[in-house]
Nanobody, 122 residues
Framework: VQLQAYGGGLVQAAGSLRLSCAAS????????MGWFRRAPGKEREFVAA????????HYADSVKGRFTTSRDNAKNTVYLQMNSLKPEDTAVYYC????????????????WGQGTEVTVSS
């Protein structure tokens, strides 16, 4: 499975961005998709996850109510809509996929895409 994340960029605080993550290869094996981020000087952290059907989602407390993840299985693409962005959301964002488990556990991701950088200016 190959994952390609894109859509990052520079945005002002309170603005919005939508990230996309396209999957290719053995996409039928993917169960859950997740979004993670790594801010400068910090460790990678969980942001959001969505189940294969799209029926279950889970968010980090820091983004709940501002970020929404969704997916289009026909396009093998997952999205992260980010609204009301804050400077502390500045990070490299990664998408990841796992073949089993629940969206409520942020570990167990097998496949990772390269990151897309998001910079939020104040």
């Amino acid at each position: 499975v190959q994952l390609q994340a894109y859509g990052g960029g520079l945005v002002q605080a309170a603005g919005s961005l939508r990230l996309s993550c396209a999957a290719s290869g053995r996409t039928s094996s993917i169960y859950n998709m997740g979004w993670f981020r790594r801010a400068p000087g910090k460790e990678r952290e969980f942001v959001a996850a969505i189940s294969r059907s799209g029926g279950d989602t889970h968010y980090a407390d820091s983004v709940k109510g501002r970020f929404t993840t969704s997916r289009d299985n026909a396009k093998n693409t997952v999205y992260l809509q980010m609204n009301s962005l804050k400077p502390e959301d500045t990070a490299v964002y990664y998408c990841a996929a796992k073949v089993s488990g629940t969206v409520y556990i942020s570990s167990g991701y097998t496949y990772w895409g390269q990151g897309t950088e998001v910079t939020v200016s104040s």
